[in-house]
């Protein structure tokens, strides 16, 4: 697991930059409760899935994205719309995840999705 954590480590560092790694990493090694956690997250989606060439970054964050919104993962969708900013899709095509996504997961879950992507936007405009 060693080997996974700092390939998702350095993934994770070019996507949200080194400073959100080095403090990723900080809590992963410390005895903090859920540190075990962050280091299986960072090891398993970062570094074991993520970091897999059978799709291109961008169109892996638009499959996280749609289950995140499946999922009403409001959290989970506003940080996933960052990094998939990070991966080269564009405001416009996340959007078309959006509005994919509504005959699918329906209109609550969309809207659920809607305020945390416009969140992130909002954000980011500063």
Known sequence: MANEFETGLNLFGEIYGEQAATNCRAYAESDSFGSKQ?????????????????????????????????????????????????????????????????????????NVAKAAMQKAFDEIDG
Not at 68 to 89: F, K
């Open 38 to 110: 962050a280091e299986f997250a960072m090891a398993w989606a970062f570094g074991s899935v993520w970091s897999r060439e059978g799709l291109e970054r961008k169109m892996r964050s638009c499959v996280v994205l749609g289950m995140m919104i499946a999922l009403r993962q409001s959290d989970e969708i506003y940080h996933h719309t960052r990094m998939a900013l990070e991966n080269g899709l564009t405001r416009g095509e996340i959007e078309e995840v959006l509005l994919t996504a509504v005959p699918y997961c329906g209109l609550p879950a969309s």
